[in-house]
T-cell receptor
Framework: DQQVKQNSPSLSVQEGRISILNCDYTNSMFDYFLWYKKYPAEGPTFLISISSIKDKNEDGRFTVFLNKSAKHLSLHIVPSQPGDSAVYFCAASPNSGYALNFGKGTSLLVTP | EPEVTQTPSHQVTQMGQEVILRCVPISNHLYFYWYRQILGQKVEFLVSFYNNEISEKSEIFDDQFSVERPDGSNFTLKIRSTKLEDSAMYFC????????????FGEGSRLTVL
C-alpha cells in the first residue's frame, strides 16, 4: 500500500541549477510532511518539514511546497551543489507524533 | 552533536537463529522507532515505543519481532527466528517529546540471513 509516492527514481541536475523533487500522497489524513536525505551506508537525515497549515517552508537553499488539494509536495534546492547528491525521501504522517510513511526515494545527482 | 548509535553495523546469521539489534537513542528523547529498508525498496515502519510500551506497530511487526528498553539507554529489536526475507537494513530512530516531529536516525544495522 504505497501511500507516499515518489515517481522519479532518479534526477540529474547541473551544479548551480534548481533541483525539484516531487512527492504525491494518497492519504487525506496526512498533515505533516518531511524530507529526509540519505547517503550510502548512513541513516536518513532530516532536512525540512511542513505542516498542512502552511503551503511553503524555507530553510536556506531548501524550500518545501505543499499543495493539499492536489496531495502533492515538492522540494526545491537552489542552487544545487555536488554535495547534495544523495537519495531524498519524502515522508508523511497523520500528525507529528505518528509513525512516518516513506516514499521509495529519488536519487539526486548534481554534476559539476 | 548527539546522535543515535546502532550495533552491530552488520550481522550475518543463519535462518532460524535469533538476532538482537541494539540502539542507543539520543539521551533526552522519549519516542523510539524501528524501521527497515530491504535492498531496493522503501523505508518501512516497524514499531514505535513510548513510555515503556509499544504505541504503534505495522503489519510487518508480527510475533517474531519484539522490542525492549532494558535499561535507561538501550532500545533493542529482537527477531526470534530469522527468515531469509528479514534480510534488510534496520534503522533505529528517536524523537524528543514536544518536538516538531522529526526523527533522528542511526546509521543502521545490516542484517543478512543465509
Amino acid at each position: 500500500d504505497q501511500q507516499v509516492k515518489q515517481n522519479s527514481p532518479s534526477l540529474s541536475v547541473q551544479e548551480g541549477r534548481i533541483s525539484i523533487l516531487n512527492c504525491d500522497y494518497t492519504n487525506s489524513m496526512f498533515d505533516y510532511f518531511l524530507w529526509y536525505k540519505k547517503y550510502p551506508a548512513e541513516g536518513p537525515t532530516f532536512l525540512i518539514s511542513i505542516s498542512s497549515i502552511k503551503d511553503k517552508n524555507e530553510d536556506g537553499r531548501f524550500t518545501v511546497f505543499l499543495n493539499k488539494s492536489a496531495k502533492h509536495l515538492s522540494l526545491h534546492i537552489v542552487p544545487s551543489q555536488p554535495g547534495d547528491s544523495a537519495v531524498y525521501f519524502c515522508a508523511a504522517s497523520p500528525n507529528s507524533g505518528y509513525a512516518l510513511n516513506f516514499g521509495k526515494g529519488t536519487s539526486l545527482l548534481v554534476t559539476p | 552533536e548527539p546522535e543515535v548509535t546502532q550495533t552491530p553495523s552488520h550481522q550475518v546469521t543463519q535462518m532460524g537463529q535469533e538476532v538482537i539489534l541494539r540502539c542507543v537513542p539520543i539521551s533526552n528523547h522519549l519516542y523510539f522507532y524501528w524501521y527497515r529498508q530491504i535492498l531496493g525498496q522503501k523505508v518501512e515502519f516497524l514499531v514505535s515505543f513510548y513510555n515503556n510500551e509499544i504505541s504503534e506497530k505495522s503489519e510487518i511487526f508480527d510475533d517474531q519481532f519484539s522490542v525492549e528498553r532494558p535499561d535507561g539507554s538501550n532500545f533493542t529489536l529482537k527477531i526470534r527466528s530469522t527468515k531469509l526475507e528479514d534480510s534488510a537494513m534496520y534503522f533505529c530512530a528517536s524523537r524528543r517529546s514536544g518536538g516538531t516531529g522529526e526523527l533522528f536516525f542511526g546509521e543502521g544495522s545490516r542484517l543478512t540471513v543465509l
